[in-house]
Structure formats: C-alpha cells, structure tokens
C-alpha cells in the first residue's frame, strides 16, 4: 500500500472510532440505569420462600419490605405429618419466626412440628375466616383429635355480601387467585381461608339469598330462599321459624354470630347474600313475671288462623293452648294435630307437651279414606277450661250439622247466669257456634253464659187453679205409670189401646239413658 493510502485509511479510522464513541456511551449510561432500577426493586421488596421440613419448595411470597411475617404466612399450607402437630414456620438454624417479625430480605423458611400428644390431646385447630387481606370475620377451632372437616368449621360463617358477586366458597389465598376449600377436607392445622365470588348473571337472574337459621350450638333449623332479585326482607324468611326455648331466658330476636357479640338483624333489613342467623335471648324477670309464651296457629304457610297466649311461669301444656282453635276443612284430608315445620316434614306436637316459648304450628292433615269411610268428627261439650261434660260423634262422610250434635247436651247451671249457647274459646272472648255449621273436625266447645236480670219485682201474674184440673192432679199422683197412659189413649179400643200403651211406656223410659256416640243409619 502506498504511503498516501495508508494515510487515508488511518484517518477513516480515526473517524469511525469519534462515530461510535456516543453510542458506546450511550449503551453504557443504559445498562447503568437498567442495574440501578433493579437494585432499587430489590431494595424495596423482599421473598419469603416456604419449604417442607425435608426441603421441599411449598410457595414464595413477595412483599413489600418491612412487612410482618404473618402477612407472608397467609394461606400457606404446611403439609400434614402423621404424628405430628405443625408448630409454625423457622429459618434453617431452627430459630422460629413470629408473626409480628418484619421481613426486610430474602429467606427461606421451613415448617417445623411437634410430636402429637397420644392420651388426652387438647391440640387444637383453628380455622380464621376472613373477608379481606386483613379484616378478620371470625375463628373457630376443634379439637385436632376429633379430625374435624371444614365444612364443620364454615357452619354459620357469614360471606360479606358484594354488590353484583355471588358467594361461592372459601378458599386459600394464592399468588395464582384463591383455590377452594373442599367442604369435606380434614382441618389439619391453623388455616387462613378467604371468600369466594362469582360475577351475578345480570338478565334472568334465578340467584338465590338463603337464610340458614341456627340454634345457639350450631345445630342447623332451617333454611330458606328467596330469588335475590325480588328483594325479599328478613322479617319474610323468619316468619314461622321457631327459636329453642331456653330455661330462665326470652327470645328477643335473631342476630349475626360476631366476635364482640350477636348483632341484631332489622327485620325490615333487606336480605342481600347467603346469611346465617342466630337466635338471641335476654334473662327472663324473675318477680311478677309477666311474661307470655306464644303459639300461633297457622293453616298454610302464611296463613295465621289464631294466636293463643298464657303466662310462661304457668308452664301450661300445649293442649290446653289448642283447646278449640278450629284448624280449617281440606278436601279429601283429615285433619291429624297440630305440628312444627321442618325441612324433613312437618313434625306432630306432643298435647302435653309445655310450650317453652313463641311456637308456630302448622295444621297436619293425612289423606281421607276414599271406601267405607269411617271417619268421624267428634265435638267435645266443656263445662270450664278442662271439665269435660261429654263427647258426640258423627261420621265425618254424612256432613252432620253442630245443631244435631248439640241436641240434649245439658249446659251446667251458673248462678246468676243465663246459657246463651256454645262457643269457640278465643284470646279475644268466646266465638258462638252457628247451629247450621257443618261440623268439619274435632271441635271442642264451651258453655256460654250472660248475666240473668237483677230485677226482683216479678208481679205474680198467674190465674187462680182451676179447680177441676187441680183434683185431676191429685188425682193423677196416685195412679200408676200404665193408669196415665190408658187415661192418654182414652176413645180407643182394642189392640189399639194397648199398642200405644206399650209404646208409651218405651218412649218414656227411653228418656232416662243418655246416647254418647250418634250415628246415622
């Protein structure tokens, strides 16, 4: 190469080099900028890497630093071990963490146990329902021993309820979303568990609010359901649930299980999610109790017929609340007693059962013989609140009025009283039975009475005997029984006379028996 080229090609290099210089710097002041944002992520959070006791990864969780342990904990589950009881979460050297310890960089950490007591174990395990990252619902624990499954656990635990999401389930928290809670896992230590949502479909909404209601030791009553759309008010889905009685305590309503105590539900409060409820009581007065047992009466399932009070401190029997309350005629049924409500059928009252509190019956029917249907309706006459006078049957099929019931059934005499007839016993007064009623059950009447006249000036307006007809008197009283019915025949003859006679004499000592049960031919 001659001197001249070479001369040129060094200042062409000379110049390339002056070209590349910006970039090379430019590529340098990036790369520093790019290692300075990633030590400045690092330096703002920090990993908690969980590990099986044998150094199996579990899970890493990343927060900001300076976080306490226990958020990183969340929904971590540590295997189970047989024989074993999970004590909590240490550092490879064995020093165990705290809940409250701040994570300032990345560790590891591995589960830790402790062997199971075998005799007389009171291990427990705890179960935290939350409704947020932080905003605790409520704990509840079983003993380990008795190998408890969650759904025991979930029982009566209240979801919060989101505008436009339907409760699906709990479930544990995860880096990758919640992952269900199998109702019918074993609790196998202390679990963190979440709620779970689905979006409500916005047209033809069928969703459903259903109202578990519970007795004061978990034990379930009854549950009810309602479309969510319809908007449907509490006071709806209690009405005719009934609370356990409990001794030297009175209902008061029901509320929501809480960590700081019940919480009354409004009943006017719209229900808006899957709710369970409780009931809640305050202590009974002890002096002048004047408190009242309830049950009220019903035909349907909404349909109150009566309500029937008496004082609690009378322990009085649930016949006596059911004597004359009328349960209403149902084609082809015959009416059975009365009954509580259940989600497994109605359940029969027991008549000498003591009603403990505010009950709700429900009329219990079976279905009518439909050949030779021997049914009977039998009205039982009193005297007073249990005197029994006597009872009259007819068959049920021949539609039998009260009137033919009622015939020579003897009301007994009250001073000062006029019988005015039979009624219906009734919280607001006796309901007088209508003689042309078609008796439709087994009714239970009572005596009526007014007051008779006070008035004493009674003039003795009656005529003087007649005298012939007084003799005929005396005379009467000393003839025999068959001397007055010849006397009543008197101008027949022959087998005329005595055939009267005869039926006389049966007619009148017919009247002395009184008849029980009358049936029709």
């Known amino acids: 190469m001659s001197f001249g080229k070479k001369i040129i090609a060094g200042v062409a290099a000379v110049a390339t080099l002056a070209a590349l210089a910006p970039a090379v710097a430019m590529a340098d002041t990036a790369q520093n900028q790019n290692s300075a944002t990633s030590s400045q992520a690092k330096e703002e959070y920090a990993t908690v890497t969980f590990y099986t006791a044998d150094g199996h990864s579990i899970q890493g969780v990343t927060w900001q630093?300076?976080?306490?342990?226990?958020?990183?904990?969340?929904?971590?589950?540590?295997?189970?071990?047989?024989?074993?009881?999970?004590?909590g979460w240490a550092y490879s050297e064995g020093t165990m963490l705290k809940d409250t310890d701040q994570v300032f960089a990345d560790i590891a950490v591995y589960a830790t146990y402790a062997d199971t007591p075998t005799q007389d174990d009171n291990t427990q395990y705890t179960v935290s329902f939350y409704a947020g990252a932080d905003q605790l619902i409520q704990t509840v624990?079983?003993?380990?021993?008795?190998?408890?499954?969650?759904?025991?656990?979930a029982l009566g635990i209240q979801a919060p309820a989101v505008e436009g999401k339907t409760f699906t389930g709990w479930g544990f928290a995860s880096n990758d979303g919640n992952v269900a809670v199998d109702p019918d896992a074993e609790v196998t230590g202390n679990w963190a568990v979440y709620p779970m949502y689905k979006d409500t479909p916005t047209s033809e909404d069928k969703t459903l609010n259903t109202v578990s209601f519970y007795n004061t030791k978990n034990e379930l009553i009854q549950t009810v359901s309602y479309y969510a759309k319809d908007k449907v008010k509490f006071s709806t889905y209690a009405a005719g649930i009934q609370a356990p009685?409990?001794?030297?305590?009175?209902?008061?309503?029901?509320?929501?299980?809480?960590?700081?105590?019940?919480?009354?539900?409004d009943p006017n409060t719209v229900v808006t999610g899957n709710w369970a409820v409780y009931p809640m009581y305050k202590n009974a007065e002890k002096k002048d109790d004047t408190t009242q047992n309830v049950v009220s009466f019903y035909a349907g399932t909404d349909k109150l017929i009566q309500t029937v009070g008496y004082y609690a401190k009378d322990h009085v029997k649930f016949s006596t609340y059911a004597a004359g309350i009328q349960a209403p005629a149902v084609e082809g049924k015959i009416f059975t007693g009365w009954g509580f409500a259940s989600n497994d059928g109605d359940v029969a009252v027991d008549p000498d059962a003591e009603v403990t509190g505010n009950w709700a019956v429900y009329a219990m029917y079976k279905d009518a013989p439909t050949e030779d249907d021997t049914t009977q309706n039998v009205v039982s006459f009193y005297a007073g609140t249990d005197k029994l006078i006597q009872t009259v049957g007819y068959y049920a099929k021949d539609h039998v009025k009260f009137s033919q019931y009622a015939l020579g059934i003897q009301a007994p005499a009250v001073e000062g009283k006029i019988f005015t007839g039979w009624g219906f016993a009734s919280n607001d007064g006796d309901v007088a039975v209508d003689p042309d009623a078609e008796v439709t059950g087994n009714w239970a009447v009572y005596a009526m009475y007014k007051d008779a006249p006070t008035d004493d000036s009674k003039k003795d307006d009656s005529k003087p005997a007649d005298t012939t007809k007084k003799n005929d008197t005396k005379g009467n009283t000393k003839k025999t029984v068959a001397q007055k019915i010849k006397k009543a025949v008197l101008g027949n003859t022959g087998a005329t006379v005595g055939g009267v006679a005869v039926f006389a004499v049966l007619a009148l000592l017919g009247f002395a028996g009184i008849t029980v049960l009358r049936k029709r031919a």
């Open 245 to 265: 009685a409990v001794e030297g305590k009175t209902f008061t309503g029901w509320g929501f299980a809480s960590n700081d105590g019940d919480v009354a539900v």
């Open 65 to 87: 630093k300076g976080t306490a342990f226990s958020q990183y904990a969340l929904g971590i589950q540590a295997p189970t071990i047989e024989g074993k009881t999970f004590t």
């Open 141 to 153: 624990s079983y003993y380990a021993k008795d190998k408890a499954k969650f759904s025991q656990y």
